[in-house]
């Protein structure tokens, strides 16, 4: 069955850096866009970024645009995220999907905290 | 940018009941909507693609209407598993967006 497991989350000082990763099994990952969404805590969901399959295509939201990288190795079948210059409201859940006219199969997300 | 409005942000309902949950985009959007569902804790759930379609393995009492710029999630003869978070996304056009979610309580 399809799985998508975030990992690389954890506590950050406001202007550092992170790099979430994302696993994935139980279907063709180079077949599949995929995306990144996050959720901050009490607010509602908010999409970051999207990858196409080959790479050939990314975009995104204009909250991350120039901080946030989105790549992916198909050899590994594993997405990512760099994040830079976090600031306090990145704090959130971030969760990978995989992206078949939107998000079909989400992950459990990974927790990111940027506080001093 | 599409903004969806959801509503209600919450509901409580008995089981057996229908309850409907609307998702209202700012702009056309033909039928570039899903519908999804979220436990506590678990990975959200696909419910409804395209508007209208039920994904494979979610069972007949969820579905879901609308077209263009006015959309429902009805789930009829509601079960107490049915308690969680549901919330529908637009994919017409980048960036993606969310409504604002609707908690429903089964009492």
């Known amino acids: 069955q399809v799985q998508l497991v975030e990992s690389g989350g954890g506590l950050v000082k406001p202007g550092g850096s992170l790099r979430l990763s994302c696993a994935a099994s139980?279907?063709?990952?180079?077949?599949?866009?995929m995306s990144w969404i996050r959720q901050a805590p009490g607010q509602g969901l908010e999409w970051l970024s999207y990858?196409?399959?080959?790479?050939?295509?990314?975009t995104y939201a204009d909250s991350v645009q120039g901080r946030f990288s989105i790549s992916r190795d198909n050899a590994k079948n594993s997405l990512y995220l760099q994040m830079n210059i976090l600031r306090a409201e990145d704090t959130a859940v971030y969760y990978c999907?995989?992206?078949?006219?939107?998000?079909?199969?989400w992950g459990q997300g990974t927790l990111v905290t940027v506080s001093s | 940018e599409t903004t969806l409005t959801q509503s209600p942000a919450f509901m409580s309902a008995t089981p057996g009941d229908k309850v409907n949950i609307s998702c209202k985009a700012s702009?056309?959007?033909?039928?570039?909507m899903n519908w999804y569902q979220q436990k506590p804790g678990e990975a959200a759930i696909f419910i409804i693609l395209?508007?209208?379609t039920l994904v494979p393995g979610i069972p007949p009492r969820f579905s879901g209407s609308g077209y263009g710029t006015d959309f429902t999630l009805t789930i009829n003869k509601i079960e107490s598993e049915d308690a969680a978070y549901y919330f529908c996304l637009q994919h017409d056009n980048f960036p993606y967006t969310f409504g604002q979610g609707t908690k429903l309580e089964i009492k």
């Open positions: 702009q056309d959007i033909d039928d570039d």
């Open positions: 999907a995989r992206d078949r006219d939107g998000p079909d199969y």
């Open positions: 395209e508007a209208t």
């Open positions: 990858v196409s399959s080959g790479s050939d295509y990314t």
């Open positions: 139980g279907f063709t990952f180079s077949d599949f866009s």
